[in-house]
């Protein structure tokens, strides 16, 4: 009998290589925390550093980085009563779980994901062979990432737009196994903000810490101005009315601001705000939003030990879960004691 599931599982990830920027604020950890806060739901928030270490091998920049990002979901207000919040590499299930999902996952599927794609494209591009730098561990992403979804039943994933293929890779794999051992896993959905699930950067790309093209989220004041002045505009002149569909200033404004303010600063646009006072005002917008989280995040940095502390006790939490459950995923694909 499959046990019908009552309530939704929220889970989301971040990358722990680099600074916490806008676009991860904006795009997981402001509505995680929002969903955080709805209740009715078991939530499951983490560090990926298994996956920093696909991008990453900077061993500084990755301790650095969890730390930097533990001390921001905590600084913003993460209820860690409410939510499970801890690191993925003290939760030894999953990998063992990568490793299942790895002999039911279809080479295929992930010859189709566009984060490998795009480095193959890359290489091809610079005349290079199309596996130049390519890693196992990029090939595999998206069934390490599946892992982490699957071993808590993860019903529905907040994520980017960019990150789409891989809840839908997870729901593959899922299925896949479920066909093969039984019912084990609810296939997963992706949670995604329509408006704003996907910041454009300093250069109008999408805002990632692999463009270098950042607004880190913690910047001290006269930093987070200095940031917001090297967003590329046009050279319309002041008057010159502006396309706010196509500026990064107005689509970060937007992220930000109510739907009045947006709607406001929509007609300033086409009233021909100047570049440098529609930066202005998108400075303090900004700011505003995150002065006070600013102030206990330099605070919790102070005291990694506290920050430990909370994520020691969140794996607890985890392996409540995922210690039983890899023994039922285990004992389904026909790994148990010899003698019962
Ligand atoms: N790949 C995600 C990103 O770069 C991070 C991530 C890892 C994740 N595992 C996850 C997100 C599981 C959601 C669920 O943004």
Known sequence: MIQQQTQETFLTGITTTGTPHLGNYVGAIRPAIQSSQIGGHKAYYFLADLHALIKCQDPEMVRRSSREIAATWLALGLNTDNVVFYRQSDIPEIPQLAWFLTCVAAKGLMNRAHAYKDSVQKNLDDGQDPDYGITMGLFSYPVLMA????????????????????????????????????????????????????LQGLDGRKMSKSYGNTIPLFLDEKQLKKHINKIVTNLLEPGEPKDPDTSTVFQ????????????????EFENGIAWGEAKKRLFELVNTEVSDARERYNQLLAEPDHIEAILKKGAEKAREYSVPFLDRLKAAVGISPLTP
């Open 147 to 198: 892992a982490d979804i699957l071993m808590f039943n993860g019903s529905k994933v907040p994520v980017g737009r960019d990150q789409i293929q891989h809840i839908e890779m997870a729901r593959d794999i899922g299925q896949r196994f479920n066909y093969l051992y039984g019912e084990h896993f609810v296939l997963p959905e992706a949670v995604v903000d329509d408006n704003m699930a996907v």
């Open 252 to 267: 970060i404004w937007k992220a930000f601001a109510t739907a009045e303010q947006t709607a406001e600063m929509r007609r």
